[in-house]
């Protein structure tokens, strides 16, 4: 029979993000890790070219050096990597030594060997500042731990939806009592094989803010479901020039990791408006660094923000390799004016 963790006590909540994703799949389920493709084909040319000393087919087309030359480069890199403790294991950890060993060749192979395993490129590389908090800042009203992310919850590039389990202690004592109810009934109506019934029940349980995840070995999870809106930054809308870029970056950073979320309130629209931590890393600081939000300076006076996208604007990366980008508020605020009038042309135009 399905057991319902939350009713049944058994969720050891892990300490750590690591302990999450390791707990989750340890219990089957799918969590949607990034997989860092070129770091593990660099690392397989690297070892292919300890035996054979020969460099990888196609890397001439993105260089401009030669075969010889392109030899000394992994012969350094092999040496690179083997020193590093612990090698690398992300694609700005791969990229940043590829830089650091080859900083005395040419920019346009650096750059080349890096576009051939799709790692990214020195300018859009960013040495972060602000590591997690360890004790809450002032304003903060709660915090929780989501579940992994799912990259299709990413609705834009400050906006996302996320889980989190009503087994944390927080959450466990707020549940109503129809949602947990509703999550019995579920269970047993899939046991016994009436799905659309089970369905049905769960989209009552959706109403009320919860959704119960499956796993693989015929466990289920009570969630509850959180809409985010981050903190202190504001990124494109989709529809904007850069706005799918956002939505893209903001989807790379977070997409199959376990987020520490800060809630200091809500928005008008109902969101949690809050600060996002994700592997320790502060995500507005990387949004704005990397050029893909604005430091909205109406809702937020903090200083770093407004230091992190002058930083961005002075390298002229992302959004800021347009001369004169439109701010999404203004953009905002702008077809909101022209879905007025449009609304007024077609009342007066049915007569009302």
């Not at 799918?30 to 054979?52: C, P, R, S």
């Not at 294991?89 to 799709?118: C, M, N, S």
């Amino acid at each position: 029979m399905f057991v319902l963790r939350f009713l049944c006590g058994q969720w050891c909540k892990p300490t750590t993000d690591e302990d999450l994703d390791e707990d989750l799949e340890s219990q089957g389920y799918q969590v949607l890790l990034a997989v860092n493709v070129g770091v593990a084909a660099l690392a397989h040319d690297l070892f292919h070219f300890e035996i054979t000393s020969q460099v990888p087919e196609g890397l001439s087309k993105n260089v401009v050096s030669s075969k010889k030359a392109q030899a000394n480069w992994y012969r350094k890199l092999l040496e690179a990597w083997r020193a590093a403790k612990p090698p690398p294991k992300k694609p700005e950890e791969a990229a940043r030594l590829a830089i650091e060993t080859l900083k005395r060749h040419q920019k346009a192979d650096v750059e080349g060997l890096l576009a051939f395993y799709g790692l990214p490129l020195p300018h859009t590389l960013v040495q972060l500042t602000a590591g997690a908090p360890t004790s809450l800042p002032a304003g903060v009203k709660y915090e929780f731990q989501t579940f992994p992310v799912d990259s299709r919850a990413i609705a834009d590039g400050d906006g996302m939806t996320v889980y989190v389990s009503t087994t944390d202690p927080r959450e466990s004592s707020c549940v109503p009592r129809e949602v947990q109810v509703a999550a019995v009934q579920r269970s047993q109506a899939r046991v016994e094989k009436n799905y659309t019934k089970a369905d049905a029940i769960h989209e009552k349980i959706i109403e009320s803010g919860y959704r119960v995840l499956d796993f693989q070995n015929n466990e289920e999870i009570l969630a509850r479901v959180y809409r985010i809106r981050l903190r202190g930054i504001d990124a494109p809308e989709n529809a904007m020039p850069y706005g799918k870029e956002a939505k893209e970056e903001l989807t790379k950073i977070v997409q199959g990791k376990c987020l520490r979320v800060l809630v200091y309130g809500e928005d008008q629209y109902g969101r949690c408006v809050a600060d996002i931590y994700c592997d320790g890393k502060f995500v507005q600081e990387l949004m704005l660094k990397k050029g893909f939000a604005w430091h909205y300076a109406s809702y937020d006076q903090r200083p770093e923000l407004a230091r992190w996208e002058k930083e961005a604007r002075a390298t002229r990366v992302g959004l800021w390799a347009s001369s004169n980008p439109e701010k999404p508020w203004e953009w905002r605020k702008k077809n909101k004016k022209k879905g007025q009038k449009r609304i007024r042309r077609k009342d007066k135009s049915e007569g009302r």
